[in-house]
């Protein structure tokens, strides 16, 4: 069974991230949230506090297929600044392990260089920092290891195209139809 993981940030977008973590475990999944603030309780950027399963210094990241960074501010910047989550990142990037980013977090892989080339989509109004990138306005943006999405209107999109890539079209499409999307 695939292995993924969220990190959450103080400030991080609970739309983007929750319905990621909710789909994938409905789907059978394993997500795992891991907090890189030092502590488990992270308070999202609308004030709403969830307790995450682990911190960041806990997981083994190699037993993680997929790592996903959700949106929202001061969440992404707070992930950016985060170096252990900046040094995994770039080892799956080495390896073309999977990369999944929501809202403003596409902007995470660009600033680090890892878009150069690639197609990718953001938050409107963070284009400039998805470095190199083909940017696109696509709901959902797919390119090799990478699957970018656009915001909070997105997420279901987002999360489905993870359970696609993680398992295969009919598990998203009998999600999709479960959940009453589309």
């Known amino acids: 069974m695939a292995k993924t993981a969220i990190f959450l940030a103080d400030g991080f977008e609970e739309i983007e991230a929750l319905t990621v973590v909710d789909l994938l475990r409905r789907a ?5 949230t891991a907090s890189i603030m030092g502590r488990k309780e992270v308070t ?16 083994d990241f190699d037993d993680i297929d997929m790592l996903i960074l959700p ?16 040094e995994k990142i770039k080892e799956f990037d080495f390896k073309d ?3 999944c980013a929501i809202c403003a977090a596409p902007t995470v892989f660009g600033r680090m260089g890892l878009l150069n080339g690639k197609k990718a989509c953001c938050y409107p109004g963070c284009e400039v920092d998805l470095n190199g990138a083909d940017v696109q306005t696509t709901a959902v943006t797919e390119d090799g290891h ?5 915001g909070m209107g997105t997420a279901i999109e987002f999360g489905l195209a993870i ?20």
Do not use: W
């Open 28 to 32: 059978g999944i394993e997500i795992t």
């Open 44 to 59: 999202g950027s609308h004030n709403i506090t969830v307790i995450a399963d682990a911190l960041i210094e806990d997981i």
């Open 71 to 86: 949106g929202g501010q001061p969440g992404t910047t707070n992930l950016f600044n985060c170096e252990p989550l900046k």
């Open 97 to 99: 392990k999977m990369l």
């Open 146 to 150: 990478f699957i970018t999405s656009r």
């Open 163 to 182: 359970i696609a890539h993680l398992l295969d079209g009919n598990a998203a499409a009998n999600m999709s139809s479960k959940i009453v999307y589309k």
